[in-house]
């Protein structure tokens, strides 16, 4: 299914009751962001400290692949050494974004076992997909990944000659990886064809980084390739499918991209 667009979501303030399950004093909160019919987190706010009433103001920006889909706030507890607590859920069907693709200081209730525990301020716009030929025109739009493969893996250092390889994707200087592959047993090889979509705010300046890594070895990376996201989308029209590795012996990692545009100015 191809994208259909993104929604720019601001999560602003919540207020949460004060019931029974506080005896340990105010908890500390943080949204996290998913979509129902996809059902992993997608995106999460910061966590504040010990407040019945935080405060964000942290924007981000969701990519949908349909709007007969429901946005899900959940806002947790969180805890460093145990499992984070849900306090309460507020829903959002993304089909009202078809009347009016602005909606400002949107108060939602927050909901658990069918209770009110609370209450959660967002504000949310929503950018269509621009199906054009001039795609260059736009900066901001969604890159999707697609097709990541590798070959010729270096594996001088695993004692059995065969890694098992994970790939992990970044973008800039940034090295938390925007997501992660499967790993794949003894291959040099692999095959994940993992698909991710993502956002991107500024097309010609983003350096796409992939990296393989094995973390059986005591050096875990085999090796990584940083690539423009304009120089990977050129390649993916000319049929360039591999791309060399550095940091290794022997490499090559496949990744294809298509470019959506966004129009941002329409707001």
Not at 102 to 115: H, Y
Not at 217 to 245: H, R
Not at 247 to 258: F, L, P
Request: aromatic content about 6%; some cysteine; glycine content about 6%.
């Amino acid at each position: 299914m191809n994208v259909v667009g993104a929604v720019r979501i601001t999560i602003q303030s919540a207020h949460v009751l004060q019931w029974s399950a506080f005896r340990g004093g105010p908890p500390n909160p943080f949204v996290s962001i998913s979509l129902l019919n996809e059902g992993n987190e997608v995106e999460k706010t910061s966590h504040r400290l010990r407040d019945f009433n935080p405060t964000w103001m942290e924007t981000k920006f969701i990519v949908l692949r349909s709007l007969d889909d429901t946005l899900a706030l959940s806002l947790f507890d969180h805890h460093a050494h145990r499992k984070h607590r849900l306090l309460g859920v507020s829903r959002y069907q993304l089909c009202k974004l078809r009347e009016a693709t602005v909606q400002c200081g949107l108060a939602l209730p927050l909901l658990k076992r069918d209770k009110l525990r609370g209450e959660l301020l967002i504000d949310l716009i929503y950018y269509p997909a621009r199906r054009t030929d001039h795609s260059d025109d736009f900066s901001a739009g969604i890159v999707s990944l697609s097709d990541v493969q590798a070959r010729n893996l270096d594996a001088r250092r695993a004692r059995s000659g065969h890694v098992s390889p994970i790939a992990k994707v970044s973008l800039g200087c940034d090295d938390v990886p925007i997501f992660v592959t499967e790993p794949r047993s003894r291959t040099n090889n692999p095959v994940w064809q993992s698909k991710h979509d993502f956002y991107c705010p500024r097309k010609e300046s983003l350096i796409i980084t992939i990296k393989v890594v094995d973390d059986n070895l005591d050096d875990p990376v085999v090796g990584q390739a940083s690539l423009q996201l304009n120089d990977l989308l050129d390649g993916s029209e000319a049929g360039i499918q591999w791309w060399p590795m550095s940091g290794c012996k022997s490499g090559d990692v496949r990744m294809t991209a298509i470019w959506t545009p966004l129009d941002l100015d329409s707001h």
